[in-house]
């Protein structure tokens, strides 16, 4: 298995939230992107992301690694949820909130012990 694999599956386990992105949640990059951090940012929870244009490495092995072809990809408790449309549909129904709290409230009971 690669190196990059590797720290892919650590970013993963490390982060219970955790935005693989183009740009940062501050200076999004990608329409796309930019829409995902919308409406994570709107369940107003802090979440970690990895800029995947200073990350080439990481670009090209996580679709791989995921099954999933695209940026954003969105992992929560070492799931993946899915990308931009997934992400922003969930938000708009009401689930994707409940899952943003719920994880970051067992992240932090968690890190507490």
Known sequence: MSDTIEAIKQQISDNTILLYMKGSP???Q???SAQAVQALMACGERFAFVNILDNPDIRAE???YASWPTFPQLWVNGELVGGCDIIVEMYQNGELEPMIK???AKAET???S
């Open 30 to 32: 990608c329409g796309f």
């Open 62 to 64: 996580l679709p791989k």
């Open 102 to 104: 719920e994880a970051a």
């Open 26 to 28: 501050q200076l999004p």
């Open 110 to 112: 968690s890190s507490d």
